[in-house]
């Protein structure tokens, strides 16, 4: 070939695959120089990458600002995020168009489109740059970031559940309320463990093991009992 082709390491690559406009449609592999990837999140058409310096990367596609690097251009390879390398990163979260992440420093920023308040800055103007979100503050541990089409969640150590953006199917589980455009908490009454945010439907588990949905409730993926469809747009107890 003419020069050997650059050795994979043994650990620390990153392997991608799957339908994309930005690729040649084609596995792919990549590394980084002097850092390993510790957490991975993949929107629908973006990517984040989270490293064990705190580097975050991000790729794909880029319409509504969502890599948060200041342009609106798509990027086909892993781009760190030079604003956020202060802070180093911890966690990313993906959605259909927006990112989330959290920072060494107990910092929430969010970037992409926003037109139902997922960004959790109190509108819906959509941002190119990641932007704090003022709600969180130092008391706010936060354990694990979690985002859905246009929805987001954050989950505190302690077990407190936040969600905002788009409610129209109840996937917030704030049974009412449209959307909403700054973070509020989602209280089952008991600390919360994980939480996990599809399309249009939620699901969380409490500190004890259970299992509760809430959201689009089509086609059964909530799980709950047909009485219970009707209140899908709170967290129920998934018998």
Known sequence: MGEVEEQVPESG????????????????????????????????EHTAVVTDNGKLYMFG????????????????????VKALKPE?????????????????????????????????????????????????TNQHKIKQLAAGSYTSAALTEDGQLFMWGDNSEGQIGLADES??????????????????CGYYHSALVTSDGELYTFGEPEYGKLGLSPEQLENSRVPQLVP
């Open 88 to 136: 180093k990163v911890k966690i990313a979260a993906c959605g259909r168009n927006h990112t989330l992440v959290f920072t060494e420093q107990g910092n929430v920023y969010a970037a992409g489109g926003n037109s139902e308040g997922q960004l959790g800055l109190g509108d819906t103007e959509e941002r190119s740059t990641f932007h704090l979100i003022s709600f969180f």
């Open 61 to 80: 596609s880029n319409n509504w600002g969502q890599l948060g690097l200041g342009v609106k251009n798509t990027v086909n390879k892993p781009t760190c």
């Open 179 to 196: 959307n909403l455009c700054s973070p509020c908490q989602v209280d089952v009454g008991r600390p919360v463990s994980w939480v996990s």
């Open 13 to 44: 690559a990153v392997f991608t695959f799957g339908k994309s406009k930005f690729a040649e449609n084609i596995p792919s592999k990549f590394w980084f120089k002097n850092d390993t990837p510790l957490y991975i999140s993949c929107g629908d």
